[in-house]
C-alpha cells in the first residue's frame, strides 16, 4: 500500500503515535488532510490550526511556505516532517 | 546617568598602576556602550603592528549600558582585543552574571595594559582594586579556579572570568570563562589574557544602576518581557536550549555535517535539544542576568563510560560540531567533549572545527600516521577527538600544531588541505550552512572577526515567522525577500542587522531576544536608552551609533592592512555543493562579489579595496579615524 510518511521531531505538546508515522495514500492529498486523518488518533493538537507558529512543516525537506502552506500536495511516498521553529543558535 | 554608570577602570599589569577616566553621556550616546567603546579604545590603544600576545595589546570588557537594570536579557559583556588568531579585529561576547556584578562595582568597562611578571588575578571589590598572586591558580581548570577564588572570598559573594589551561599556553582559540560556563569564546581571546599571566579577574559589588525616567523605562521592560512570553522561537529554546533548533537544520539539509561535506546527519536526533531532555541528561535550566529565557543547560552523564561527566552547555554550535560535524552519535561522548572545552577553556566551535578538518586529512591520506600521533581518525572516533582536545590545550604533539588554528595547520600541512579547511581571515566558521541562505553568506564574509553568526544574524530572511517577514518588508519594501534563496536586497537586509546588532550588544542585549526571536526591535531599545539616559534617542539615531561601530571596527581592520580579498567566504562553500538541500546550494565567487559590491555601496566603501571613503568616515564623526588611515594610505582615491 502506498504511504506518506510524518514525522514529528521534538515537538511540546503532541504526545503518542510515535516520532514516524505511515498514512495511507489514497489518492490526491494535502499536507492539511494527512494532518486531519492524524489528528483522530493523535488528537486536534496536530490540526494545522492547533499546531500555530512554534513548529516548521516541511515537505521532501522544503517548508510550506514556500510552497502551497497547508494545501501542498503530496504523493506516494512522500515525506512530511514538522519540526521546532529554527530559533538562531 | 549615573556616575558610576560611566566610568572606565583601567589596570596596568605592567607596572601595577590603576586608574579610573569617567565619559559624558555625549560619549555614550556617541558609542553606545560596551562594544562602542571597547572598539573606540581599542583604535585608540593598539597599533598596526602591536602583537596580539605582547604587552602592548589591550584587552578591554565592556559592560552591556543596561546591564545592571531590570531590562530583560541585558546582561551580555564584550570583550575586545586583537585577536592572536587573526591579527585582526576582535569582539566576543558572553552572558552569565559577571557583566552584571562588574557594574554593581561600580565600573562600565575595564582595560587591562601591559604583562604581569608572573601569574596574577584581579580582585575588585568597588573602589579596592587589587593585583594578587595566581601562582596556586596556574595549571587549574576553569570550574577549579572559580570554585578556589569564590571560597577564597567568602562570605563575600563574587562573580569570577577565568582562563584554563588552554589560555595559559596561549592556544589560539582558548576563551575566557565567566560565571563558569559563559564563554567569550573566540579569535583566541583566552590567549591574550594567558598572555598577560592573568589567570582570573574577580568582581563584587552593591551599587546599583541609577535610571534617569524610571517610568518609562519600567514600561518598556515590561513590554520586553511580554514580547519574549510571545515569541515561539524563545519557548522553543527555553525547552530545549538553542540545541533544540538541530532537528529543523537536519530536515532542511543546513545540519553541517563531515566537515561541511554534507547538510544531512543521520543520528541528528541524538545530538538534539529534546534529546538532552527525554534521555535525562539535562538536569538544571539557567539563566544569564535579567534574562526570562533561561536558554542555558546544565548537563549530566549518570551512567556508562561517560558518568560522572558535567558541565554547562552543550549550545548548538558544540552538539552540531563534535557531533554531526566529527560524525559522532554518542550523546555522552559529546558531552564529555564539551565538558573537557569548558574545564580547558577552549571555543568549541574552533576546537570541533580544526579537528574535523584533521580527521578529513586523515581519510584522503594527506597525513602519515606519524603525523597525527598514531591516533586512530576516522570519521565518529570517540577515542581519538577526546584525545585531541587535551592535546590541543596542551599543546602536545599534533594539538600543538591544531592550537595555531585550521588555517595555520592547513597552511603547514598543505596537500591541498587548504581547500577543506573552513576558515576565513583566520578564524573557523560556525555551524552554520551559509550555502543555503544567501543573508548569512554575505554577513559571514564581511564580519571583521571572521566567520560567524554574532555580527549580523539575518535570521529574519529565512521568513519563519510573521515579525520576521515584516521586518524584511520594512527594510526592502516588499515581503518577497523573506527568502534565504535569493541574493537581490541582501546587502539591505545584512547592513540593518549590523546596525542592530551593533547596537544590542553595546546596550548588553542578548541576540536571542532581537535579532533571533523578534522581541525586542530597535524601536524597543531606543526607548530603553531614552529612559535610561534621560534623553531623547530616536531610533535612527541608534543605528547610525551602530553604523558608527561596525564602521570603525572595519577601520581596525584596514589599519591592518585587510582588503576586499579578505571578505570571502571558505573555499568549501563557494566551490562544492551541499547535496542534501533540495536543488542544492553553493554561494559561488561571482554571486558573492554581487553581493560584496552592493552591500559596500550601501557602507558607502570603495568598491575596489572596500575601505570606507573619506566622506564616509565624516559623515559617521569618525574623521580623525580618516585622518590616520589618510596618513598610511589607506583611505581609497575618489574614484568616477
Known amino acids: ?89 | 546617568m549615573a556616575s558610576h554608570s560611566s566610568i572606565v577602570l583601567h589596570v596596568d599589569l605592567s607596572s601595577g598602576r590603576t586608574w579610573r577616566e569617567s565619559f559624558s553621556a555625549e560619549y555614550l550616546r556617541h558609542w553606545l556602550g560596551s562594544r562602542g567603546i571597547n572598539a573606540h579604545t581599542l583604535w585608540e590603544s593598539v597599533r598596526s603592528d602591536t602583537d596580539p600576545l605582547g604587552p602592548d595589546n589591550i584587552l578591554a570588557f565592556g559592560v552591556g549600558t543596561l546591564t545592571g537594570s531590570p531590562a530583560p536579557s541585558s546582561g551580555r559583556t564584550t570583550v575586545t582585543t586583537k585577536s592572536p588568531a587573526t591579527n585582526l579585529y576582535l569582539k566576543t561576547s558572553a552572558g552569565g552574571k559577571w557583566g552584571a556584578a562588574l557594574r554593581s562595582a561600580g565600573y562600565s568597562n575595564l582595560v587591562i595594559h601591559g604583562r604581569a611578571p608572573g601569574p596574577v588575578y584581579i580582585d575588585i571589590d568597588e573602589d579596592r582594586v587589587e593585583i594578587l598572586p595566581a601562582e596556586h591558580l596556574w595549571g587549574h581548570d576553569v570550574p577549579e579556579t572559580t570554585q578556589m577564588l569564590s571560597q577564597a572570598a567568602a562570605p563575600r559573594k563574587v562573580e569570577v572570568a577565568c582562563i584554563g589551561q588552554a589560555g595559559e599556553n596561549l592556544v589560539k582559540m582558548a576563551a575566557i570563562m565567566m560565571s563558569t560556563y559563559s564563554a567569550a569564546a573566540r579569535g583566541g581571546i583566552g590567549a591574550v589574557m594567558g598572555s598577560k599571566n592573568l589567570k582570573a579577574i574577580v568582581v563584587s559589588g552593591q551599587r546599583r544602576i541609577s535610571i534617569a525616567d524610571p517610568a518609562r523605562f519600567k514600561e518598556w521592560s515590561r513590554r520586553a518581557r511580554e514580547n519574549i512570553a510571545n515569541a515561539p522561537s524563545a519557548k522553543v529554546k527555553t525547552l530545549y536550549g538553542t540545541s533544540g533548533s538541530i532537528v529543523a537544520f537536519n530536515e532542511l539539509g543546513l545540519l553541517p555535517t563531515y566537515n561541511f561535506q554534507r547538510g544531512f546527519f543521520e543520528d541528528a536526533y541524538l545530538i538534539s535539544g529534546q534529546n538532552l531532555v527525554e534521555s535525562g541528561f539535562l538536569k538544571k535550566r539557567h539563566s544569564c542576568y535579567s534574562c526570562p529565557v533561561a536558554c542555558h543547560r546544565y548537563t549530566e552523564v549518570d551512567e556508562g563510560e561517560f558518568a560522572g561527566t558535567r558541565s554547562g552547555g552543550p549550545e548548538l554550535e558544540t552538539l552540531a560540531g563534535f557531533g554531526a560535524g566529527c560524525g559522532i552519535s554518542d550523546t555522552a561522548a559529546i558531552l564529555k567533549a564539551n565538558e573537557l572545552c569548558n574545564c580547558y577553556g577552549l571555543d568549541t566551535i574552533s576546537v570541533a572545527s580544526v579537528i574535523q578538518w584533521l580527521i578529513e586529512c586523515s581519510t584522503r591520506e594527506v597525513l602519515t600516521e606519524q603525523q597525527i600521533d598514531g591516533l586512530d581518525l576516522h570519521w565518529g572516533s570517540v577515542p581519538a577527538v577526546l584525545e585531541l582536545i587535551h592535546r590541543i590545550a596542551h599543546r602536545r604533539g599534533i594539538g600543538d600544531l591544531l592550537a595555531e588554528g585550521v588555517r595555520h595547520a592547513a597552511t603547514t600541512i598543505g596537500n591541498g588541505s587548504e581547500a577543506w579547511a573552513i576558515e576565513v581571515k583566520g578564524l573557523e566558521q560556525s555551524r552554520v550552512e551559509t550555502r543555503a541562505a544567501k543573508g548569512y553568506a554575505l554577513a559571514f564574509a564581511v564580519n571583521p572577526r571572521g566567520p560567524d553568526h554574532l555580527h549580523a544574524q539575518p535570521i529574519a530572511e529565512f521568513g519563519l515567522r510573521e515579525p520576521g517577514i515584516q521586518l524584511i518588508e520594512r527594510i526592502t519594501g516588499s515581503r518577497e525577500y523573506a527568502n534565504p534563496r535569493l541574493t537581490d536586497k541582501r546587502a539591505e537586509i545584512v547592513v540593518f542587522h549590523e546596525d542592530w546588532y551593533a547596537a544590542a550588544d553595546s546596550l548588553g542585549f542578548c541576540s536571542f531576544p532581537t535579532t533571533a526571536d523578534f522581541a525586542i526591535l530597535p524601536d524597543v531599545m531606543a526607548n530603553l536608552f531614552s529612559a535610561f539616559l534621560g534623553q531623547e534617542v530616536s531610533e535612527a539615531e541608534l543605528l547610525a551609533a551602530g553604523r558608527r561601530i561596525v564602521t570603525l571596527e572595519k577601520c581596525f581592520n584596514v589599519r591592518q592592512g585587510a582588503t576586499r580579498a579578505d571578505d570571502r567566504l571558505p573555499w568549501r562553500l563557494m566551490h562544492e555543493e551541499n547535496p542534501d538541500v533540495p536543488g542544492g546550494a553553493i554561494v559561488p565567487p561571482a554571486q558573492l562579489n554581487q553581493m560584496l559590491d552592493e552591500y559596500y555601496m550601501l557602507h558607502g566603501w570603495d568598491l575596489e579595496t572596500s575601505w570606507p571613503t573619506r566622506s564616509t568616515l565624516d559623515g559617521l564623526g569618525l574623521s580623525d579615524v580618516a585622518d590616520e588611515l589618510e596618513r598610511i594610505g589607506r583611505v581609497p582615491p575618489a574614484r568616477q
Not at chain 1, 510518511?5 to 510515535?18: D, H, S, Y
Not at chain 1, 494535502?30 to 489528528?39: A, F, H, K, P, Y
Not at chain 1, 513548529?55 to 514556500?66: A, P, S
Open chain 1, 1 to 89: 500500500m502506498d504511504t506518506v510518511t510524518v514525522r514529528f521531531l521534538g515537538l511540546p505538546g503532541i504526545e503518542g503515535g510515535g516520532r514516524q508515522i505511515a498514512v495511507p495514500y489514497t489518492g490526491p492529498m494535502s499536507v492539511r488532510d494527512v494532518l486531519v486523518t492524524l489528528s483522530l488518533t493523535l488528537g486536534s493538537a496536530v490540526l494545522p490550526e492547533n499546531l500555530g507558529d512554534t513548529c516548521m512543516v516541511l515537505v521532501q525537506g522544503r517548508n510550506i511556505r514556500e510552497m502551497q502552506g497547508w494545501d501542498t500536495p503530496l504523493t506516494a511516498g512522500g515525506r512530511v516532517a514538522i519540526v521546532p521553529i529554527v530559533a538562531g543558535g
